[in-house]
């Protein structure tokens, strides 16, 4: 259970986001604010600017002296991002450099950067950061695969949300990648089967 101090830090928090709501939004769920789930743009310039991503953030009992847990709610093809569990990699976070100083704002801050600069140096996904380290273009190519958005305005989806249901059945996010760009996907439910069977037949050439 979280203490007073860290409901009112959170809280705190939060009107301060909501004073710069180009940042991102946060909002806790259900009326808990130890449980938050925050959006974000994707960062201009990058192949995740045309994005909105989302984050789950569990607010500890020793907050702010201890870090929030946070993770990706949606696959996002990156170096420093788990495809299975969306846990995230990001500097701020980890054993000693967090800081109670340290707030929403800039959690939210701190990822959007890191989607923009990856540090394949210290990778969740091996594949992915060999990817960027050999191959950038093919790299800035899959992640924007991932990433999409309608430009109407009226429907919109993230090709991650599909993404992640095949990598979950066990096949590398860069084969994922290349079959969604192979069929020119567009969120169409008709696509998954065509999406399956060439990875079914990718799988079965790379085990070959």
């Not at 800081?99 to 091996?126: F, G, K, M, Y």
């Not at 567009?186 to 085990?207: C, N, P, W």
């Amino acid at each position: 259970m979280a203490s007073a101090l860290a409901i009112r830090r959170v809280a705190k928090d939060l009107q301060e986001l909501r004073r710069n709501p180009d940042i991102g939004s946060c909002e806790p769920v259900d009326g808990d604010l130890t449980k938050l789930v925050a959006h974000f743009p994707g960062p201009k310039n990058s192949p995740y600017e045309e994005g909105t991503f989302t984050l789950d953030i569990r607010i500890p009992a020793g907050y702010p002296l201890d870090p929030p847990q946070i993770k990706f709610m949606h696959f996002v093809y990156h170096p420093n991002v788990a495809s299975q569990s969306g846990e995230i990699c990001v500097d701020i976070l980890k054993p000693g450099n967090w800081s109670p100083t340290q707030s929403l704002r800039s959690i939210i801050l701190s990822v959007s950067s890191l989607l923009a600069d990856p540090n394949p140096d210290s990778p969740l996904e091996w594949p992915i950061a060999e990817q960027f380290k050999s191959d950038l273009p093919g790299y800035l190519q899959s992640a924007k695969e991932y990433t999409r958005i309608d430009v109407d305005g009226d429907k919109s989806y993230n090709a991650g949300i599909i993404c992640s249901k095949f990598v979950a059945m066990g096949f590398a996010p860069d084969l994922v990648a290349a079959a969604l760009k192979d069929v020119h996907y567009t969120g169409e439910v008709e696509q998954h089967d065509e999406i399956f069977q060439r990875l079914i037949a990718a799988a079965g050439t790379f085990d070959s």
